[in-house]
């Protein structure tokens, strides 16, 4: 087992990290960016080391400072969490070299299920379907040509995207054009690679993902799955388990493929296959994020394995501790991002000093975060600033439950989206569980004023 890590990473996933480090008796490394310097997971770590400017570019991003840390550390390990260089095959390549293990899967893995095009062609070969969709497009007479093919409506994805960035979704021949161009361009802004391709959008889907873990002697086992498709611009914002809307019969269906999946690349740790599922329960491949999740934590309170560990351990070169057999889903389990955003005001993020923080309590409720009453967030990063879990015997009951902790959780005077959370929740159609991806957009045509904001 490793005795010093490293976290190339910040916020509450890096507190979670040191958490779980400090229960496995390892020692747990920080770094930090100027603007960071008062974060909770700098005071958590058993030490700290700044290695840059407020800019991500400068800091969380730069692999040079990032190792220079660790070796200067003497640490054995990187854990990158997720976002950053969590799916850098290129920094998990250098890690190795510096003879410092990478946290996470193989970089040929990383490099495989990363490229879009090549994922959907790997998973193809494994009897996966996928939807309808190209090649990489040279440009918008390449992307028209193909778009008649398949047929109107097409989403066009960045091929090395993620978290909504470089996605556009096109009804007619005009709005791909534009589409095309404006998705080039965020995707060189966001990646520094504008190639796209170009897929068949399902209408009103269920976005459902699969929990995987693998060790390196080929073990490969599902937790079950995460219905995340309650989402605004792509991104998740509430986050459920189980699906209120499979089979047992699609459930076990899909828990099948996504390791065979993860076999057909030869995957190590933990990595999550997402779904698309329309209202016939057909499932169709989307991609397969090969990093923690922002909403592990409804798996592990669907199942008490405690995923950051068994990444650690897997890691180290330990075996999974448990077979398929062993997994029990039991109960149900809701997770609410955090963001510090105004919904009234297209979610604008809203940077500045906590004054008053009250996290809810009770039984079966968990709170991951980095904030604190005096906690200055700083505009530089992604806006979440915690999540909140709770786990009931039933989703009704979960329901409840996480509405009572949204309902007496305090974050002021800065604007969240707890209110919309909580309007959310009392949706007659969430409370269903009839929901899909457009879910949140129907919502906020609605006139009806938000309950409960905050």
């Known amino acids: 087992m490793f005795h010093r890590i490293l976290i190339a990473n910040r916020g509450e996933i890096a507190v979670r990290i040191i958490r779980a480090c400090r ?124 778009a008649k093919k398949i047929g109107y409506p097409v989403i066009v994805k960045a091929k090395a995207g993620g978290g909504g960035k470089g996605m556009k979704i096109a009804h007619n021949d005009g709005k791909l054009v534009s589409g095309f161009m404006t998705a080039k361009a965020e995707s060189e802004a966001a990646f520094g690679n504008g190639e796209l391709y170009m897929e068949k959008f399902i209408t009103e889907p269920r976005h459902i993902e699969i929990q995987l873990l693998a060790d390196r002697k080929g073990t490969v086992v599902q937790l079950g799955e995460r219905d995340c498709s309650i989402q605004r611009r792509h991104q998740k914002l509430i986050e459920e388990a189980p ?55 409804v798996t592990e309170m669907m199942t008490g394995i405690d995923i950051v560990k068994e990444q650690i351990r897997i890691a180290a070169g330990e075996k999974l501790s448990f077979t398929q057999a062993d997994v029990q889903i039991k109960g149900a ?24 923080y009250l996290p809810p309590g ?16 700083p505009p530089f990063y992604d806006s979440m600033i915690g999540k909140v879990i709770v786990h009931a015997d039933h989703r009704h009951e979960a329901i409840q439950k996480m509405i009572r902790a949204l309902s007496e959780m305090e974050v002021g005077p800065i604007k969240t989206t707890i209110g ?31 309950k409960g904001t905050k």
Do not use: W
């Open 23 to 146: 229960e496995l008796g390892i020692e747990a490394v920080a770094v930090y960016s100027k603007a960071d310097k008062d974060s909770l997971h700098v005071r958590l770590a058993h030490d700290a080391i700044c290695i840059g400017e407020a800019p991500s570019s400068e800091s969380y991003l730069n692999i040079p400072a990032i190792i220079s840390a660790a070796e200067v550390a003497d640490v054995q390990a990187i854990h990158p969490g997720y976002g950053f260089l969590a799916e850098n095959a290129h920094f998990a390549e250098i890690c190795e070299s510096c003879e410092i293990k990478f946290i996470g899967p193989k970089p040929e893995s990383i490099r495989l299920m990363g490229d879009k095009s090549l994922a959907r062609q790997t998973v193809t070969k494994a009897g996966v379907a996928v939807t309808p969709g190209t090649k990489i497009l040279k440009n918008t007479e390449e992307a028209l040509k193909s």
């Open 243 to 297: 699906s209120p809307a499979l089979s047992k019969k699609t459930r076990k269906k899909m828990g099948d493929a996504a390791v065979k999946i993860a076999k057909a690349v030869q995957y190590e740790n933990a990595g999550t296959v997402e779904f698309l599922v329309d209202k016939d329960e057909n499932f169709y491949f989307m991609e397969m994020n090969t990093r923690l999740q922002v909403e592990h934590p």
């Open 333 to 356: 389990a809701i997770e609410c991002r955090i963001n510090a955003e105004d919904p009234d005001k297209d979610f604008m993020p809203c940077a500045g000093k906590i004054e008053t």
């Open 362 to 377: 009770g039984p079966e409720v968990r709170v991951d975060s980095h904030i604190y009453a005096g906690y200055t967030i």
């Open 420 to 450: 919309l959370q909580l309007r959310i929740l009392q949706r007659p159609l969430f409370q269903k569980g009839n929901v899909n991806t457009g879910f949140i957009d129907k919502l906020l045509t609605n006139s009806e004023p938000p």
